[in-house]
């Protein structure tokens, strides 16, 4: 077959190579413009030393949001609630709320603390990964992973409470008086969960108060189990009676000192709960139930008081020593964040009667000083309800009533042997809110006494005052007042270390 020219020289110069070479090298050039566009689009990163560019910035800014979402996925996933199943009359009780005011961790003395005699448990209330108590020894994180009411932190670290005991006259001592404290407190729990042979919601309730004002939760691995089982007493109590007391007994005196004391003490674990990440519900509900309680039967002058019959609510009466653990229960309710309808107006209602049970010369209680239950018992009961309630409006009131005591106690010292354990827990409390002079003379004069008198086995006798009988049984009466006295250096912070004039944040 005869070709053409075309065709032969074609053939001559390698056409067909050459073309194939072409098709190849165009299509490589094309893919290449379309990559070199592509690529053009990302981000340029300057990764030379000597400056961030525009671009570099971004890709930083990028990257940040990117680690940043994924620590707050993780550690939204480590604080999920957890189901806990305890021995005990009820299995499904759990804290309600999830941690809140959660931040990223940061590197800073341990939480919480001891074990026997002095010496930190094997993670005893330490917190770990997600910001829960419980973690492993020595790797604890910041009490900035939640939001502890500001008049709470002191305690929940141990070099806190140290340089607290230091600034206001405690020692490392007290630490370990209240480590064997403590201690003795756990070897007389019940089976049931309760402390006490008698009076049981008072008596389980004093002993919660004791590890929670070390920052002991259900969490803390020596303790958790000892306060857990607390709790789920009381609210199985609370269950069972009528008029939902936290109390076994309907009537007399008992239930209201009872109901207040166990109250309180439910409000601090509820306030702490939030550095946890187990769920216990019920007893939240509980705890509200117990300040309803407690504000639907406040008397109309501000106070509280007690009925042979039920308990609550006697028209026509008014009773101080009944007051001061409501009080505190509304104290605790008030710092635990809760809106709980009508708090503001008790609490209103209760400076107001402490106000008018004050005399001229400043003490606060019965006018018949000779009767039981008066000034000299209680003026440090209605000292320390103006302290934390009245938000700094009392000045003028609560300098009258130091200055009473202070020259009731300087005329008559205060004895161990012959004191009121009773009326010292609440002088404790408001001399050293007042500190100065007066905080000055009863700590040296008291401490060392409450210090001496601890038992061998970590517990105190009743002294003999008419008001401290043995409550309770197992003295878990009178070791709780003394081990509250030896943590009042760092269970609160003053009112004078605070920007605004009381206990409360508002």
């Known amino acids: 077959m005869k070709r053409n020219l075309l065709e032969v020289y074609w053939e001559k110069v390698g056409g067909g190579s050459f073309l194939v070479s072409l098709v190849i090298h165009a299509g490589l050039l094309i893919g290449a413009f379309f990559v070199v566009k592509e690529y053009q689009q990302e981000p340029e990163v300057d990764f030379m030393p000597h400056g961030e560019g525009a671009a570099m910035h971004q890709a ?49 003395p341990d939480l919480g603390s001891g074990g026997p005699m002095g010496v930190p448990g094997p993670g005893t209330g330490k917190f770990g990964p997600g910001g829960q108590p419980g973690g492993s020894t020595g790797q604890g994180t910041a009490s900035r992973w939640v939001q502890l009411p500001i008049s ?15 600034e206001s006259g405690g020692s490392a001592e007290c630490e370990r008086a209240v480590s064997n404290a403590l201690e003795y407190l756990k070897s007389k729990q019940k089976p049931d969960g309760s402390w006490g042979t008698n009076s049981k919601g008072a008596m389980t309730g004093f002993a919660l108060l004791c590890y929670l004002g070390r920052c002991e939760t259900p969490e803390s691995i020596y303790y958790g189990d000892n306060v857990m089982k607390g709790i ?3 609210v199985e109590m609370q269950k069972k009676n009528p008029y939902k007391m936290f109390s076994q007994a309907t009537s007399g005196n008992g239930p209201v000192y009872e109901h207040g004391i166990a109250t309180y003490a439910l409000g601090e674990m509820y306030a702490l709960a939030r550095m946890g990440g187990k769920s ?35 028209p026509g009466r008014e009773d101080l020593s009944v007051t001061g653990w409501q009080y505190q229960a509304l104290k605790s309710a008030k710092l635990s964040g809760l809106q709980i309808e009508g708090l503001n107006g008790a609490i209103e209602k209760t400076v107001k009667y402490l106000e008018g049970k004050q005399t001229k010369d400043g003490g606060i209680g019965t006018m018949n000083r000779e009767g039981s239950y008066n000034q000299w018992n209680l003026t440090g009961a209605g000292t320390l309800g103006l302290q934390t309630l009245a938000h ?16 009731l106690f300087k005329k008559e010292p205060p004895a161990f042997e012959t004191g009121d354990m009773y009326g010292w827990y609440y002088y404790h409390q408001a001399f050293f809110q007042n500190g100065g002079e007066e905080w000055k003379y009863w700590n040296e004069a008291v401490l060392p006494q409450i210090l001496k008198a601890q038992q061998a086995d970590g517990s105190w006798k009743p002294n003999g005052a008419a008001h401290n009988p043995s409550a309770g049984g197992d003295n878990v009466y009178s070791t709780a007042l003394c081990t509250l006295m030896l943590e009042v250096y760092y269970r609160y912070l003053k009112v004078g270390d605070r920007e605004r004039g009381s206990l409360f944040d508002r």
């Not at 999920?80 to 809140?100: A, D, I, K, T, Y």
């Not at 409006?393 to 300098?399: F, H, P, Q, V």
């Open 280 to 314: 216990l519900p019920g007893m939240r509900e509980a705890f509200e139930d117990g300040v309803k309680v407690i504000i639907d039967n406040q008397q109309p002058g501000g106070s509280w008081v007690y009925d042979t019959e039920k308990g609550f609510y006697s």
């Open 392 to 407: 700094g409006g009392k000045k003028t009131e609560i300098k009258k009533a130091i200055a009473f005591a202070h020259d």
């Open 152 to 166: 709470m932190r002191g305690r929940c670290g141990s070099a806190e409470r140290l340089q607290k005991l230091k």
């Open 60 to 108: 930083n800014v990028n990257l940040t949001k990117t680690v940043q979402n994924s620590k707050t996925s993780r550690l939204k996933d480590s604080l999920r609630p957890q189901r806990l199943v305890v021995p005990g009359p009820s299995n499904h009780l759990m804290l309600p709320e999830s941690p809140m005011d959660v931040e990223l961790p940061d590197v800073s």
């Open 232 to 234: 789920l007493f009381l």
